[in-house]
Each structure stands twice: as structure tokens, then as C-alpha cells.
């Protein structure tokens, strides 16, 4: 029996103020070539400068990833030529990597699962080949904006285990505040390395290295279709090439782009203008402390608070929201808070394409109406109908209930009112009294029609049993 054995390399730029090793902004985005400087460009005589923020954001995540650190390192030089590297040479680190022997832990459907990884390291991306019609032009914004490369252990089983990881890992980099990890915008890349061996050999088959992968679900689709074209070849008796592929977004299809025929010699050389690196215990405790509260434990954590699972993952997938539920969850109901969050408020932003820091919303006035919730002062109905002008104007809860003419009813008055339907409606307590669930139904929508949808459903039902039990 053939089994697949798939290794993941991911690039994530980091989001320093500057690039590795120039003062040039570290963006994109900007203008083409606007954020360039001479080391940049490759000039004769110029000299790396190391960026030290891009140090401790490495660090940071491999100390989130549960890495080995190396204390004492240096940088070095893989030389090869394309036209996208601008000095012919890359400045990276090989034999003494940030971090090392870290790990990852994913769900599957067997249980959790750590996917090891083998090492981190930073080094400096290349310029962005720009390609129009017979020409090829370069965009130097990118070159030398720092990366870190996560090379995993080839210990991912399938498709759905590599989505997983991505997703893992993705989300904690972007928690930690280093990366973008926005893979459609190319600040997260990822290659695949698929092979098949014999179920019981301890010897790796050939692999395939898989590039151009544009999004985490197309990581799964690759995945599979390369394991089922090895599969192919192999049961055919034939052997798989060490190849380099691409993955077609349209037919979702590998396509070879290179064979390799011999490996790569990059003659790595230590790079002689940046001294060691250092990292003392100063340092190291310093961006420690920094790291936070994590998405793992912040789903044990909204779990022990009783918020739904749905809820949970919802809050998690959109860091911005989860942010501003965090700032204020312990100030009142957390329960109710997240239904807010996750439902109406959430369907309102990707309605209108806008983030929470675009809305009117103000923290007092989301408290307040989670209180009223949760007091059942007012109902879930009522609540949609005050959360548009919270979100869209300038007006306060009070001014906002008082225009809609919201009014809520206390017991009192509410029973008063559930008595007198009992009375005009004896017919239809006879029956639920028999035993007609339905008849309860309309007696809970003849109250809500005289209340005008004031009264608290809940309420409302504990009431209306009370009463019609009273009755012999």
C-alpha cells in the first residue's frame, strides 16, 4: 500500500517598519518603486544594515511555535542568478536558524496531531517579477522585505492535515502580530513536497515540490491531485521524477515546469558584513512576555464561558472583531456580547464592506444594550431594531430607543395583559390544556399583538403556563 508523505514550505513576510537590511519602508503596496534605496538596488560598495525589530519577530514566532533557538547566529549568502535578485546572491540563514525542532498542533479526524517542524529562519525576499506581453519588469518594493521560511517535517498525511497546519499556523502569525499572512496578496506562500512510499519502508519515495499555490483550500486540492497522479505512475511501474510543478488554478492540475536532474548548488558562503547575532536573556524573556494569549487558548477559554462553537470560530476568523469583543467581554454578558458580535453587527460590516472602526458604534452603547438583553429588559426583536442607527448614526441607546418608541413591560403589566387574553380566549386554553401545543402559540401571538412585540418571549411562555395551570 502506497502512502503519502507531504512536507510544507511556507514564506510569511514580516510587517517591520523597514526591510531587513536597508532603511527603505517595507511596503509593497506602494507605489512600483517608490521603496528602494541603493542596497536595494544592488549598488557597488553599499552594506547591509540588520533590522533588529525583524529579529524579534522571528523570535516571537518561534518561541510560539514551540521552537529551539539559536542564541548564537549568523547569516548567509545563497548565490544564484535570476533576474528577480538583484545582488546575485541572497542573504539567509542555512546552518544556524533562528529557530529549530518546533511544532505545530492540529485537529484531525483521528485527534490532535503535532506536525513537527524543522526549522525557521529569516532571510530577504526578491524583487516582484512583473510580467507584460514579451517583457519582463521588476518591482522593487520587495526586494529585501524581510521573511521568515517554515519548513515543516514531512509528517502531513493528506490534503485536508495540510489545510489544517496552514490554517494553524496562519492564524497564530497573524495573532502575534508579525505577518499579514494574506496568501492572495503574497504576504504567505507556500510550496508543497509530495512523495509515496511503501507502507511499511522507511525509505522516502521521490518527490514533486509544488509551486504557485494561491490559497490554503487550493493547497488541498494540489495535494491530491499529485498523489493520485504519483499513485498512477507507480502502480504502472514506472518511477516519478524529482520535478518541480506548478498548480493550475483553472484546471486544478499540476503542470510540470522543470525536472531536477541534479541538486541545487547555491555554494553557500557565510555572509562577511553582518557580525553573529546575540540574543541574550534580556531579549529573549522581553519578546516572551510579549507573545499574549493565543487562538488555542482563547477557544478553551470562550468555550468555559459557554459560547457556542459556531460563535468561537467565527470570532477567531475575524481577528478585528475578536479584538474589540476582548476589550470589553468581561464588562457584561460574554454570551450575548458574541451573538451580537457574530450575527447582526458582523452581517452589517460584510454587507457594506467596512471594518468595526468604520461604524458609530461606541463601547457604552454596546454594553448597554447587551445588558438590556441579558436583563430582558427589551427582546432579541427589539435589539435588531436598535442596532442599525447605533451602527450607522451619531445617536446614543437612549436617544435611539426613545425615537423607535421601544418601551419594555414589567411583570406587572405583562401578566395583567396575559391574563386578559386568558379570558377572552378560553377555548384555545381548553385545548392546549388537552394537550395542543399550537393553542399555546396563539395565545403567545395574541399577547405579542397586544404588547405590540414588547413582551420577553421567554417570559412570555413561563407565564402563560403559570396561569393557565392555575386555572381548573
Not at 100 to 111: A, L, N, R, W
Not at 142 to 170: D, F, M, Q, T, W
Request: proline share 3%; with cysteine.
Amino acid at each position: 500500500m502506497l502512502v503519502p508523505t507531504i512536507g510544507i514550505e511556507v514564506h510569511a513576510e514580516l510587517k517591520s517598519n523597514s526591510k531587513v537590511f536597508s532603511r527603505s519602508k517595507n511596503d509593497f503596496n506602494d507605489e512600483v518603486n517608490t521603496n528602494v534605496d541603493e542596497l536595494d538596488l544592488a549598488y557597488p560598495g553599499t552594506l547591509p544594515r540588520l533590522n533588529k525589530e525583524v529579529i524579534s519577530m522571528a523570535l516571537k514566532a518561534c518561541l510560539a511555535f514551540h521552537c529551539k533557538i539559536n542564541r548564537h547566529m549568523h547569516f548567509d549568502r545563497k548565490n544564484y542568478f535570476y533576474p528577480d535578485l538583484p545582488k546575485g546572491f541572497q542573504i539567509t540563514q542555512k546552518d544556524t536558524p533562528i529557530g529549530y525542532d518546533g511544532y505545530i498542533e492540529i485537529k484531525t479526524d483521528d485527534g490532535i496531531k503535532k506536525i513537527g517542524l524543522e526549522r525557521i529562519h529569516i532571510e530577504e525576499d526578491t524583487c516582484k517579477s512583473i510580467h507584460s506581453g514579451k517583457q519582463t519588469l521588476l518591482n522593487y518594493n520587495r526586494a529585501g522585505v524581510p521573511l521568515i521560511e517554515i519548513v515543516s517535517k514531512p509528517v502531513i498525511s493528506n490534503g485536508k492535515e495540510a489545510c489544517a497546519y496552514l490554517e494553524a499556523l496562519r492564524e497564530t502569525l497573524l495573532y502575534l502580530g508579525v505577518s499579514d499572512v494574506k496568501m492572495e496578496e503574497g504576504s504567505m506562500r507556500c510550496d508543497a513536497n509530495v512523495s509515496l512510499k511503501e507502507e511499511n519502508s522507511e525509505t522516502l519515495g521521490t518527490k514533486t515540490e509544488i509551486k504557485n499555490i494561491g490559497s490554503i483550500s487550493k493547497v488541498a486540492i494540489s495535494i491530491n491531485y499529485e498523489i493520485e497522479r504519483q499513485k498512477k505512475i507507480l502502480e504502472s511501474g514506472l518511477k516519478v521524477r524529482e520535478e518541480t510543478r506548478r498548480f493550475d488554478d483553472k484546471t486544478e492540475t499540476t503542470i510540470l515546469m522543470r525536472v531536477k536532474e541534479t541538486g541545487n548548488d547555491y555554494r553557500y558562503l557565510p555572509e562577511p558584513n553582518i557580525p553573529f547575532v546575540n540574543i541574550d536573556e534580556k531579549w529573549y524573556n522581553d519578546v516572551l512576555d510579549s507573545i499574549g494569549i493565543l487562538p488555542n487558548e482563547m477557544r478553551e477559554e470562550y468555550s468555559t464561558l459557554g459560547i457556542s462553537s459556531n460563535n468561537i470560530a467565527t470570532l477567531i476568523a475575524n481577528k478585528e472583531l475578536n479584538d474589540y469583543y476582548r476589550s470589553i467581554y468581561k464588562k457584561t454578558d460574554p454570551i450575548i456580547l458574541a451573538n451580537l458580535l457574530t450575527g447582526d453587527i458582523l452581517s452589517h460590516l460584510n454587507k457594506n464592506n467596512i471594518e468595526l472602526k468604520d461604524t458609530h458604534l461606541k463601547e457604552k452603547d454596546i454594553l448597554k444594550l447587551t445588558d438590556l438583553l441579558s436583563k430582558k429588559t427589551i427582546t432579541s426583536k427589539q435589539g435588531k431594531e436598535i442596532l442599525p442607527s447605533l451602527l450607522e448614526s451619531d445617536e446614543n441607546i437612549d436617544e435611539v430607543i426613545d425615537k423607535l418608541g421601544i418601551k419594555s413591560l414589567d411583570d406587572g403589566a405583562l401578566e395583567k395583559i396575559v391574563q386578559d387574553v386568558v379570558k377572552a380566549n378560553s377555548q384555545s386554553v381548553n385545548d392546549y390544556k388537552a394537550g395542543k401545543e399550537k393553542a399555546l402559540k396563539f395565545l403567545v401571538g395574541q399577547v405579542m399583538k397586544e404588547t405590540k412585540g414588547a413582551a420577553n418571549p421567554e417570559a412570555l411562555n413561563r407565564m402563560l403556563i403559570e396561569i393557565i395551570n392555575k386555572i381548573n
